[in-house]
């Protein structure tokens, strides 16, 4: 039986970066759910940017790539999950930022 590898640096082989991408935005939502205050301007803002239905449209028109979006907010990103004490958050970020950004 052939072991699945996940290869980042050469092909992105066996990764899915756009699934990465919809966890962290899933995990935002949840975490804007539990803790409405942590949805302030600027994360409804960085929303916007984000096409409604990601999970199956990772690309909308200009500027509205998801990937695009978590890869280039990632520090942003972690420091909300850490401020609001977020591990599910993390951990999705975590592995969304080894693999894909």
């Known amino acids: 039986m052939e072991t699945e590898f996940k290869d980042r640096y050469i092909t992105f082989k066996n990764i899915d970066c756009y ?37 199956e449209e990772f690309v909308k028109g200009e500027h509205k790539d998801t990937l695009y979006q978590v890869c280039s907010n990632v520090f942003y990103i972690f420091d909300l999950f850490e401020e609001y004490d977020f591990e599910k958050g993390v951990k999705m970020m975590d592995q969304c930022e080894l693999e894909c950004c």
């Open 19 to 55: 699934e990465n991408a919809a966890l962290v935005l899933e995990a935002m939502e949840e975490l804007f759910y539990h803790a409405p205050e942590s949805y302030n301007d600027f994360w409804k803002r960085f929303m916007n940017t984000i096409p409604k239905n990601y999970k």
